[in-house]
């Protein structure tokens, strides 16, 4: 019986460094605490004073597994703090350099990082060993993925190009084109994914109130623009966001958390995204979800992977027609005229919404910067649904309880380091 | 098959984590020839993760060259020249933050028995102290580059005979 303490001081298989803290006295749980003990990221301090053209290049940094999202997240900030907006060619680029992302960061959470939990797996390395055509379709999928970005912005890992005006250059539209065999390949590998994700046999697990929350775009699926959906408040504004959602420093961990505005956690990710945005999938992507008996609404945190299959087929399938599409004229950048502004943005990161909000003066100087990364808004969320399973699992041995509750957080495919940022620290002397 | 690639592993960020990229830094200034020679490539990576598969597909071999912290005998500064099978009690080496070390992209190439993977890993390890973030290399392990680099060139000529 696992009446006892759970203690997992440092975290597998997810992004970043994190712990799990788990006090039980009594039968009785007293705590819960999800701890972040990776070093403090400054980035909205140093921001600025910066000129606006460095954030999307520095904000990038802060993830080297989703740095698209960083510079996206940033870049629509900076354009509507300037007024300026883009022609649908820049828009288009930058969708298929986005879902490229999200390819290879889902094919590594759902094959790498949580799939050996649903097959009972230590690691990808057995499940490599029992199943090795599996983990090669995957290491294939994803290298599709990271291929596609380096053929747009240079490299995998923290991308060049985008910037806020559109791109510094068109990339060839012959390196695009040459990524289309793979792509192809990757669509059918990612539908065979949704079929063998609807068949793991997930640990039973029902929340019944969450708050979902994500971009959303009524003519497609939300990604890089849109409002905010909410499965309670419906649809904002992303200038209303900060209305509605707050980050609240806890004691027990370096990032901050995020609540609404009443106080309760919610949550944001593939699940948010499938959950209420299942309709604006793309016909192959809703065909292979339906086909599998994949459809909202979707409770069971542990099925994020459902989700994140379904996704890793859209953005397959959007990377094909962004790239057969794709046919650039004229300048890829318009030149930016300067303003005092203040602008917001938020997209969908592989592991759900990120917001930016940028202050910047008449010389195009940052002033202020808020950053409120997708694990951060879901830590409050994780705590919670812990709570929620505790009965079952304190009925459990100790190790499987251990693992039952590690892999909850697995499932949100926590991004640690990014999560980690520092409120502004004044110090009063009394 | 290409022959030989050599990479230098670390984030220059992050104390002796970086002692793998100074080494074949410097062998590169000492040995310009080589460094021309159409056999040799030299990469530098910071955090390769799994991609460090397909950046040592398709050469005959391999030479990483990384700083390694712990495991039995190693002290800063000392110098290994160890094999993947080594490298299973150094999977905390690297630093990384995504869980996917040296150790661990190599046992899996391994384990998928992927065919354009070099035959031949030849795993350079240098033993480091700290890997702080914001550090400069230890000075005992500073002190060790130039005998490792001379240990680099004097495992890239072995390769290079044949």
Same mark, same amino acid.
């Given at each position: 019986m696992a009446k006892e303490t759970i203690h997992v001081p440092a975290l597998a298989r997810v992004e970043g460094e994190g712990g799990l803290y788990i006090g039980v006295k009594d039968g009785k749980v007293e705590e819960i605490k999800v701890n972040i003990y990776e070093p403090p990221r400054f980035f909205e301090g140093f921001l600025?004073?910066?000129?606006l053209q460095d954030v999307p290049d520095i904000t990038a940094r802060i993830c080297g597994i989703c740095p698209v999202a960083y510079q996206f997240s940033s870049i629509r900030a900076m354009e509507k703090a300037l007024g300026i907006t883009v022609p649908p060619q820049v828009t288009a680029l930058r969708k298929l350099l986005y879902y490229a992302e999200w390819i290879e960061s889902h094919v590594l959470h759902i094959y790498m990082l949580q799939g050996p939990d649903l097959t009972g797996h230590e690691s990808a390395i057995t499940l490599a060993a029992d199943a090795p055509e599996v983990v090669a379709n995957a290491l294939r999928a994803k290298k599709a993925g990271n291929d596609t970005m380096s053929a747009i912005a240079g490299r995998s890992v923290h991308p060049v190009n985008a910037c806020v005006g559109g791109w510094y250059r068109w990339p060839e539209k012959t390196k695009l084109e040459a990524m289309l065999p793979e792509l192809r390949w990757g669509l059918e590998f990612a539908k065979e994914t949704v079929r063998w994700a609807v068949n793991l046999d997930y640990p039973e697990l029902q929340i019944e109130d969450y708050e979902f929350v994500a971009v959303h775009n009524e003519n497609e699926y939300g990604i890089l623009e849109g409002d905010i959906i909410s499965s309670i408040h419906g649809v904002l504004a992303e200038e209303d966001y900060e209305k509605y959602y707050a980050e609240k420093h806890v004691q027990h961990s370096n990032a901050l958390h995020s609540y609404t505005k009443d106080g309760a956690p919610y949550m944001v990710g593939p699940l948010a995204r499938f959950n209420m945005n299942f309709d604006q999938l793309g016909e192959v992507a809703k065909q292979a979800a339906l086909d599998n008996g994949a !459809?909202?609404?979707?409770?069971?945190?542990? !099925?994020?992977l459902i989700a994140r299959a379904v996704e890793t087929v859209q953005a397959f399938d959007m990377c094909i027609q962004l790239i057969e599409a794709y046919n650039p004229t004229g300048p890829s950048y318009q030149p930016l005229v300067l303003a005092k502004g203040n602008g917001c943005a938020a997209s969908e990161a592989p592991r759900g919404l990120l917001f930016h909000r940028y202050e910047i003066d008449e010389n195009g100087l940052v002033e202020f910067a808020r950053i409120v990364p997708p694990t951060a808004q879901n830590l409050a969320r994780m705590e919670a649904d812990l709570s929620k399973m505790m009965p079952q699992v304190l009925e459990m041995p100790h190790d499987e309880a251990t693992l039952t509750c590690e892999h909850l957080l697995r499932a949100y495919d926590p991004c640690i380091s990014c999560a980690t940022h520092f409120l502004t620290l004044t110090v009063e002397e009394v | 098959m290409k022959r030989l690639i050599i990479i230098g592993i670390g984030q220059e960020l992050r104390g002796d984590d970086a002692v793998g990229i100074a080494v074949v830094r410097e062998w590169a200034v000492e040995y310009p020839k080589k460094l021309a020679s159409p056999q040799i490539e030299v990469d530098f990576l910071p955090l390769p993760g799994l991609a460090l598969l397909d950046h040592i597909s398709g050469f005959e071999t391999a030479i990483l060259v990384d700083a390694v912290l712990g495991g039995p005998g190693v002290r800063p500064g000392s110098l290994l020249n160890l094999?993947?099978?080594?490298l299973v009690s150094f999977t905390r080496g690297t630093g990384s933050a995504h869980g996917w070390g040296v150790a661990e992209s190599l046992r899996l190439g391994r384990t998928l028995k992927q065919e354009d993977l070099p035959e031949k890993i030849i795993i350079l390890g240098i033993g480091g102290k700290q890997v702080d973030l914001g550090a400069k290399i230890s000075p005992e392990v500073a002190e060790a580059i130039p005998e490792a680099v001379q240990m680099l060139d004097h495992v890239v000529e072995e390769i290079l005979r044949g």
């Open positions: 600025r004073g910066r000129f !459809k909202p609404e979707i409770t069971n945190p542990y !099925k994020q | 094999s993947p099978e080594d």
